[in-house]
């Protein structure tokens, strides 16, 4: 009998062992089927998004977001180089001393050669008046074509030019000696020197005659003083 409980009691420990395994073991795969689940589902999820990102240019991300600080850097380089280039290109139209001329006058040209042979310390610069590098100094002076090709134009320099008798005067007075003491002739009135000038100057091309184009074209080895020098080679 004794041997008979053993047994019984023996069957109902193992029964409540296989009970108690058979209850806990469909929670815990349960709880590790949702982990790996959900880990699988996380990690598909992130790569599914770097991919995505990583299809995306990089250009269309910089486009649809721009940078406040960028906006403001490229904004300011644009003010800078505007102001830049404004002020790079002033010193390069204009230069003291340019001596502007009818360049298709005989007379003028003569004049030309004569001045440019006496001034061996290059002062006096040289510009046609028929070219476009003369559109400046026409501009700063308040002058036309006309009126230069009635008075020649001498510009000392920025608010500084004249004309006729006096433009002649002036360029003298840069010549050596004895040239430049013509310049003191500037004492006599300007009314009593025009009107010589002027007689000469309607009658230039009767006396002295006219040419097609810019006669330092034919003179080439006088073009190093002349600023509108690169307009008058293309022309040629």
Request: aromatic share 8%; with cysteine; glycine share 4%.
């Amino acid at each position: 009998m004794m041997r008979n409980n053993m047994t019984t009691l023996t069957r109902g420990v193992v029964r409540n062992l296989l009970l108690t395994t058979k209850s806990k073991t469909p929670s815990s795969f349960y709880n590790r089927s949702i982990s790996s689940t959900s880990s699988s589902t996380l990690t598909a999820t992130t790569t599914t998004t770097t991919a995505k990102a990583a299809a995306i240019p990089s250009d269309v991300v910089s486009d649809a977001v721009p940078d406040a600080a960028d906006v403001e850097e490229d904004e300011e380089e644009e003010v800078v180089f505007s102001d830049t280039k404004k002020t790079a290109a002033e010193p390069t139209l204009l230069q003291p001393r340019v001596l502007v001329y009818d360049g298709v006058c005989h007379l003028c040209h003569g004049g030309v050669k004569w001045v440019i042979q006496a001034d061996k310390y290059k002062k006096i610069k040289y510009c046609c008046v028929q070219s476009k590098a003369a559109e400046p100094y026409l501009r700063l002076c308040g002058l036309e074509r006309e009126d230069v090709l009635r008075r020649f134009l001498f510009v000392e320099g920025p608010g500084l030019y004249h004309q006729a008798s006096t433009a002649a005067l002036k360029v003298m007075s840069y010549l050596p000696l004895p040239y430049s003491a013509l310049s003191t002739l500037l004492v006599v009135p300007t009314p009593l020197r025009d009107p010589v000038y002027d007689y000469i100057a309607k009658r230039r091309y009767n006396w002295f005659g006219k040419s097609e184009d810019c006669l330092v074209l034919k003179e080439r080895e006088l073009l190093e003083r002349f600023i509108d020098r690169e307009e008058m080679m293309d022309r040629s």
